[in-house]
């Protein structure tokens, strides 16, 4: 049971324009949301996260929204560079428990 | 400050063998997690751990897996009687507290021939 779905499993966006990475959740407990980069052969780095409180969250050229009603949270990138070029998870936890649940990822390749 | 270690970066292991992976949490960070890649998956949830103790083992194979994060030293991952579908990217992660922002190590790739 997949509880945190990224049905793309990748993207293409020219450099300069925007970046809109979908993620969404099953579970109604989840209370916390991250996004995570990853390169190849490295750990996932940290990029942003919101709290259900919230419904958007932002930080430089990322910014990301909560649609609690949907359950559905997206990541945009404005602008695209092509050192964006990775992989990208989004991951979720409820407030009682430390432990997140991860989507399978969407490959973003950022093209010049 | 440095982040996240994780040592070795990748382990080779002969079926039946034991793999022990290490995995230093950043300066004042108390909480440690275990997650496991499989190829072309996301990353599955295996043990938090804070000092001592095991707060959540729902993710870890019950047979095999165990993990502890000793009061002195880094934590450990042990699987032992490998099998090779056990070959995975195993990441640490640690935070300041719970429902905190984790910061991951690079990895250990473990391939078991």
């Known amino acids: 049971d997949q509880q945190v779905k990224q049905n793309s499993p990748s993207l293409s966006v020219q450099e300069g324009r925007i970046s809109i990475l979908n993620c969404d959740y099953t579970n109604s407990m989840f209370d916390y949301f991250l996004w995570y980069k990853k390169y190849p052969a490295e750990g996932p780095t940290f990029l942003i996260s919101?709290?259900?409180?919230?419904d958007k969250n932002e930080d430089g050229r990322f910014t990301v929204f909560l649609n609690k009603s949907a359950k559905h949270l997206s990541l945009h990138i404005v602008p695209s560079q092509p050192g964006d070029s990775a992989v990208y998870f989004c991951?979720?936890?409820?407030?009682?428990?430390?432990?997140?649940?991860f989507g399978t990822g969407t490959r973003l390749q950022v093209t010049l | 400050n440095a982040g996240v270690m994780q040592n070795p970066r990748h382990l080779v292991r002969r079926r039946g063998q034991e793999a022990r992976l290490r995995c230093s949490p950043m300066k004042g960070h108390s909480h440690v997690y275990w997650y496991r890649q499989l190829p072309e998956e996301g990353l599955k949830f295996m043990v938090y751990?804070?000092?001592?103790?095991?707060?959540?083992e729902s993710g870890m194979p019950k047979e095999r897996f165990s993990a502890e994060f000793p009061k002195e030293g880094p934590s450990i991952l042990r699987i032992q009687q490998v099998v090779r579908g056990d070959s995975a990217a195993y990441f640490c992660a640690s935070s300041i507290g719970g429902n905190t922002e984790a910061f991951f190590g690079q990895g250990t790739r473990l391939t078991v021939v």
């Open positions: 919101i709290s259900s409180i919230k």
């Open positions: 751990l804070q000092k001592e103790n095991i707060i959540d």
């Open positions: 991951a979720a936890s409820p407030p009682t428990a430390s432990k997140l649940t």
